[in-house]
């Protein structure tokens, strides 16, 4: 008897999912190492950060209590897209009994493909931190010398001179990270956790983060950075940075760069009546974005601050 369309698709589809899956597996979530991820419910996600509280006064015995405002600093608003895409098996191509080789090669690119979009669009936030036209709540790029305030003063979450990544230019943002304030103007005491860098710079990370003493120096000296735990995360290597100069570390600041999900990856298949093609698609719903430039840190050469 021979095998109906339907019941092909039926027993094709299964296959099918478990190689997208696999493949999708490959590539590796490196946004993870940047984003906080939530699901979300809705076709856009609002997130306002607010301004806390001043220093707690001392209370006179019998005298009242003081009561303080929080204020509203800014909103961030996270936009969801849509990214989906699919390939069709031609009638023909299913009659010779091509559909095997076809499919699962098709499906393979095709996990590549949604996996490739998604990387580039989480590492996008990072090689747009100082395009002007990527401004966020509070009017700056992610990376500013001039976040304002609700006091009245400003935090810099870059150095005032780029520099490569080594020993003195790191501990350089160890410390300015150290001394961030809040709205109020309260100390944070914020830490780093990671450092994200590109390809290119795994290497010298590697002599920074991982060995016992200084490197190139003859004084046999600890490596204060490795022993100190100043950046307990260690180094992740993100291959969608576009600049080779750039490295970031990203904060223990809550709610920092954030990850939404609206729909979360789904496959399906059919066929079209008129072609006789057979369908297969893939689709995701998502969006990136910053609700707290403070989740990160950026250094990196003058070159990479000229780029849009």
Sequence with gaps: MAISRAQLLKELLPGLNALFGLEYAKYG???AEIFETESSDRSF???????????????GEGSAIEYDNAQEAWTARYTHETVAMGFSLTEEA????????????????????MAYTKQVKGASILNNAFAAGSTYGDGQTLCSTAHPLVSGGVNSNRPAVAADLNEASL???VIQIAGWTDERGLLIAAKPKTLVIP???QFVATRLLDTDLRVSTADNDINALNNNGSIPGGYKVNNYLTDTN???????????????????????????????NSRYKARERYSFGVSDPLGIFEIGRASCRERV
């Excluded at 996600?45 to 209370?59: D, H, I, M, Q, W």
């Excluded at 750039?246 to 496959?267: E, Q, Y």
């Design 94 to 113: 299913i009659e010779d009994n091509l559909y095997d080789s076809l499919s699962s090669r098709y499906t393979k690119a095709l996990a590549r493909a």
């Design 171 to 173: 501990e350089a943002a």
């Design 45 to 59: 996600e609002e997130e306002t950060k607010l301004s806390g509280f001043s220093a707690a006064p001392v209370k």
């Design 199 to 201: 390809p290119a710079l």
């Design 246 to 276: 750039a490295w970031f570390l990203m904060t223990d600041i809550p709610n920092g760069l954030k990850h939404f999900v609206r729909s979360p990856m789904s496959t399906s298949m059919d066929a079209d009546f008129d072609t006789g």
């Design 29 to 31: 979530d490196e946004a």
